[in-house]
């Protein structure tokens, strides 16, 4: 893909956290390693006054404390928080409406996971004009058998290997 990153696209960006949810991730280390660096992308927000989509799975409670009070530092008319009720979150719930009466065209997607929730999310976004960013750290899920739909985040927008990186390409 040859999108070309850069702070150009501050304007029209968001930032979409997904399933970051107590539930989801208190079983798995490898999830909660994903809160200082999703945390440090909230940073980022707040400092270049990038919106943010708090994305909630209905029924399984609220997103976990950390990340909450990491938003409560953005303005508040950048903090939106989206229910849904299957895992993709443009699926009957306005997001999409909220995204393009926002001006967004670049998504930047972390959340669990990456081959469920955030796929079907980052799908549905794609295939409805959105620009999909990612880095490996912010988003987990890796599985074998879910081997394409790891592959399609590189295939169909910048995949970075580190958000540091893909912070630093958006200064």
């Not at 950048?78 to 993709?88: A, G, P, Q, T, W």
Request: proline share 3%; glycine share 6%.
């Amino acid at each position: 893909m040859n999108l070309v990153i850069n702070k150009e696209i501050l304007p029209s960006l968001a930032v979409l956290l997904i399933d970051m949810q107590d539930y989801f991730i208190n079983s798995r280390e490898e999830r909660q390693a994903l809160i200082p660096k999703q945390v440090g992308v909230i940073k980022f927000c707040q400092k270049n006054d990038v919106p943010i989509v708090v994305i909630e799975y209905s029924n399984f409670g609220q997103t976990t404390k950390r990340l909450v009070d990491a938003t409560k530092r953005l303005s508040p008319e950048n903090v939106y928080r989206v229910i849904k009720s299957s895992e993709d979150a443009f699926a009957e719930t306005g997001l999409q409406d909220l995204l393009q009466g926002r001006g967004v065209k670049y998504l930047l997607v972390m959340g669990v996971s990456t081959c469920a929730c955030v796929y079907q999310t980052a799908f549905h976004a794609f295939q409805a004009g959105f620009k999909i960013i990612t880095s490996r750290d912010l988003i987990e899920g890796y599985r074998e058998q879910y081997k394409q739909r790891i592959l399609w985040y590189g295939e169909n927008g910048p995949c970075y290997d580190n958000y540091k990186q893909l912070l630093e390409d958006l200064s």
